[in-house]
């Protein structure tokens, strides 16, 4: 018998033990069934689980699950990525501890000491996905170091490099001041930061007495500006387009060019240029043919391109010293407050500095036109459609990727220099020291770059490198491309378009046919979480209060395409209530004798009640999988929910009870079978969305069963299950107790008053209904009787209509309907001006343009749902007829 209470926590350890026990997520390379194939993204060895992952992971999982129960050979293929800067802070930080640099080790000896950490603690974030439910096939867990990605890395960059694709070149990037690296753009955060936008004079050359006025927030930079830029168009500055300005402090005459990159309406309209620190500057230093002076070194200090008093500064001492000096020359214009972005490093919370530096470049715009063409002509698909558009966007307009870290940990770079600069690149050292000879006819010292790749590189090839490339295994001629990368849009440039460069230049084909594009995870407000805001709600904390079913069954209910979620924990806490719901369900049909009949086919049925019951089942499955199938999870949950909670506890099972309670031995054998069959298959159904208090139910609900849900087959019904009598009468009975019900409510009839029930223009199909349920409808409607109207209609009653029928309920000493038709109108009048309001307030452009984006949208929501209670108290006033 089952116990009274579900407790997830054990249940949820149990399960997933004995699942991968018995290997039920494995895939088989030797199956004849059709291969679906998901692609885990890795998530970085150092991560834990957080509220995306949650989602990202539940939503594959529900996939993976689904296609597994309808025969499909699913490899979910599992995996780790090494995160280069993230892991090695990580352990620089364990270092510290002990008072040890990790140049005090030198590089051999500190990616030992990473090497070590991970063994000890870089499982953390897979053992959580375990309690998330997660059943990728284990067994195939890849790690983005492993020997066999770190092969085809090396061969990747060397084919890469042969065929001119990857090429060094010094160019502006992101450079961490702290960590001495570049660092990719996801890896940088804008902050508000409140400063100053200075402007400068800048003395015409031979005109000292005339001035161009430029501003800027790093006045530090001016002292490698290497141009002024103005609009070809703008009258101001037209005739002094080829002449010169003197460079204050520098004297260094730097030229006034024309470029559209200069705004007439912005500012002074002339625009200082400096492009080894600014990416925009140095785009237009490259159209206008002017030098790109580097002031920076990697410190962010000034070097020995700035005059001497400047040198070895602090980019910030740097700033307060040029500001002084020149305002001593009486060369600054005016300071003006202004509030703007300043890039900062994610991890070392330092401003990031544009430098220029050299780097190694993969040639984006090369590889990216044939994955450009994959999803022009559908052989890729992005689900929303409308993330193309993104995708587009980004891939038509791709720079160079600069793919360099001054690192340690990672895929080290293979090449090696020779004394006189010479670059061999090969996947080998040995390879290297055999090209040196044969370029110089002996051996020469060669010297490894000591640069690291960009984590994303080796993260690109996830998709091939994971099932044995460059090796042809049967793996990879059976799981690729795969299915669907399921993830979120934040990455579409930075993996997902990756991948797709890769997967179609080394396999001849897409990695994936559908990336399904989840939103994003926020708070019930709809502010984004952040550790900042204090509003980050952890996915283990809500499994520990409300089980992990709960969990995901709400994230998967509100995944609706193209909006973002915001999450309540009285959301989860809900659905932990329809968990609780189902276990009370299964133990009432245990206690009444429902359960599994070897054998039993639901066809054939005497009862209408379980005709009906077993064609709503039939029509739920169908809404399942289509739903799925479709990505629309949130319709999945909702078809599951309305089914499960309504159609089958709150309405089925009180419909059966009398049959239960009956005489009538056949109709009792056939009611058991029938609600423990409808059990089965919602258990089947539900399994994708909440496997562990589903899989219990399972086990526990027949002794005599072998086999785990989790290799079940999904449900498929045809049309042979629908009874479309046994629908509309039933459906019929449903909406009539509604009606009733809701009157009740709205009018604030007690809940122990019994009242008539009288119904006017009463077909003779109705009435036969009316019959054969009346038991049913006097004891769920709580009426004392139900019957055809006869003359006029009583005063103080109200109505609905049901159909061809109109339904009344005389209330006359019930209830007083003059004090209802007061309470309703002064509800309505109330709700009329707090829309009013709100819609003013959403009206009005000064609001809608500087309150957050989650102000607004509360305000929109509270406007519908104020309309929703306004229209609701309307049809009640309506009932009493006024």
């Not at 200090?301 to 000096?325: F, H, I, Q, S, T």
């Not at 046919?513 to 502010?527: F, N």
Request: hydrophobic share 40%.
């Amino acid at each position: 018998m089952l116990e009274k209470t579900y407790r997830p926590a054990e249940v949820e350890e149990k399960h997933y033990r004995l699942w991968e026990e018995a290997g039920a997520f494995t895939a088989d390379v030797r199956s004849n069934a059709v291969p679906y194939t998901i692609m885990m993204p890795p998530p970085n060895v150092t991560g834990s689980l957080h509220m995306g992952h949650a989602l990202t992971f539940t939503l594959q999982d529900v996939l993976v699950r689904y296609n597994r129960m309808r025969g499909r050979d699913a490899l979910w293929q599992p995996g780790t990525d090494h995160a280069g800067i993230a892991t090695q802070m990580v352990v620089e930080r364990n270092l510290a501890k002990e008072g040890v640099a990790r140049h005090d080790l030198g590089r051999d000896r500190f990616i030992d000491k990473v090497w070590e950490w991970k063994a000890e603690s870089g499982g953390t974030i897979t053992r959580q996905l375990r309690r998330l439910g997660a059943s990728p096939d284990w067994a195939r867990e890849r790690f983005t170091m492993d020997e066999g990605l770190n092969r085809a890395v090396r061969k990747v960059f060397v084919d890469l490099h042969r065929q001119g694709l990857i090429y060094r070149d010094k160019r502006l990037v992101n450079w961490d001041p702290k960590m001495h690296t570049a660092i990719s753009d996801l890896e940088v955060e804008q902050r508000e930061i409140k400063g100053n936008l200075w402007h400068f004079r800048y003395p015409l050359e031979g005109e000292p007495d005339r001035f161009i006025v430029v501003a800027t927030t790093r006045p530090e930079t001016m002292l490698g500006d290497t141009a002024v830029a103005v609009h070809p168009e703008d009258e101001r500055y037209k005739d002094l387009i080829g002449r010169n300005v003197v460079l204050p402090l520098v004297g260094r005459l730097i030229p006034i060019v024309g470029d559209e990159y200069a705004d007439p309406e912005t500012g002074s309209g002339a625009v200082k240029i400096t492009p080894a620190h600014d990416f925009n500057d140095f785009e237009v230093g490259k159209r206008a043919g002017v030098a790109a002076i580097n002031i920076m070194d990697r410190d962010a200090r000034l070097n020995e391109n700035v005059p001497e008093p400047y040198r070895g500064l602090d980019r910030y001492e740097a700033r307060k010293r040029v500001v002084a000096d020149l305002e001593a020359l009486e060369l600054v214009e005016k300071i003006e407050p202004h509030t703007h972005m300043v890039p900062h490093g994610d991890r070392s919370g330092v401003a990031i500095e544009p430098w220029l530096t050299d780097q190694w470049y993969v040639d984006a715009a090369t590889l990216a036109k044939p994955a450009i063409e994959a999803v022009e002509t559908g052989r890729t698909v992005f689900v929303p459609r409308s993330w193309e558009n993104t995708y587009f966007e980004w891939m038509r307009n791709i720079q160079p990727w600069c793919i360099s870290r001054q690192i340690w940990w990672g895929h080290q770079i293979p090449a090696w220099y020779a004394p006189d600069g010479s670059v061999f690149v090969e996947e080998t050292e040995e390879a290297a020291h055999a090209a040196a000879r044969a370029r110089f006819g002996e051996d020469v010292a060669l010297t490894r770059d000591a640069d690291v790749l960009d984590t994303w590189f080796s993260s690109a090839l996830w998709p091939f490198s994971t099932l044995g490339w460059p090796e042809e295994t049967p793996e990879l001629a059976r799981y690729y491309p795969s299915d669907v990368l399921v993830t979120g849009f934040d990455i579409i440039f930075f993996w997902v378009a990756r991948m797709m460069m890769m997967g179609l230049h080394f396999m001849g084909d897409v990695p994936f046919r559908t990336v399904y594009i989840h939103a994003l995870v926020r708070d019930e407000r709809g502010q984004k979480m952040s550790k900042s805001k204090g509003n980050i709600i952890d996915p283990l904390d809500l499994i520990n209060e409300y089980g992990t079913d709960a969990l995901r069954f709400t994230l998967a209910a509100m995944a609706a395409q193209g909006r973002d979620i915001k999450l309540a924990v009285n959301r989860v806490e809900g659905y932990r209530n329809f968990a609780t719901k189902l276990w009370n369900a299964a133990r009432y049909c245990q206690m009444n004798g429902c359960v599994p009949v070897a054998g039993f086919a639901p066809t054939g049925l005497t009862q209408t009640v379980n005709r009906w019951i077993v064609g709503e089942l039939a029509e739920t499955a169908g809404k399942v999988a289509e739903a799925i199938d479709a990505y629309k999870f949130n319709e999945a949950a909702g078809a599951l929910y309305q089914f499960t909670w309504g159609t089958f506890c709150d309405w089925y099972l009180e419909f059966t009870k009398p049959i239960l309670n009956g005489t009538d031995e056949a109709a009792q054998a056939e009611t058991r079978a029938t609600t423990a069959w409808v059990l089965d298959e919602i258990l089947h159904l539900l399994h994708p969305l909440m496997p562990f208090i589903t899989e219990e139910l399972w086990e526990q609900l027949s002794a005599e069963r072998t086999g785990k849900l989790i290799s079940a087959d999904w449900p498929e019904h045809g049309a042979a299950l629908q009874d479309p009598a046994a629908r509309d009468e039933m459906n019929w009975v449903v909406r009539l107790i509604s009606s009733v019900r809701s009157m009740r409510s709205e009018m604030n009839v007690p809940p122990s008053a019994q009242i008539a029930l009288l119904l006017k223009d009463a077909g003779p199909e109705t009435l036969r209904r009316l019959d054969t349920h009346r038991d049913l409808i006097l004891r769920m409607a709580r009426l004392e009787s139900v019957a055809p109207l006869e003359g006029a209609v009583p005063k103080s009653a109200v109505q609905a209509v049901l159909g061809e029928t109109t339904l009344i309920l005389p209330l006359e000493g019930i209830v007083d309907l003059a004090k209802e038709r007061a309470r309703l109108t002064k509800e309505i009048q109330k709700l009329d001006g707090e829309i009013t309001k709100t819609e003013a307030k959403l009206g009005n452009e000064q609001f809608v343009a500087k309150a957050p984006e989650e102000v607004i949208e509360e305000q929109r929501e509270r406007l519908d749902a104020a309309k929703q209670a306004r229209d609701k108290l309307r049809a009640a006033l309506a009932m009493l007829g006024a």
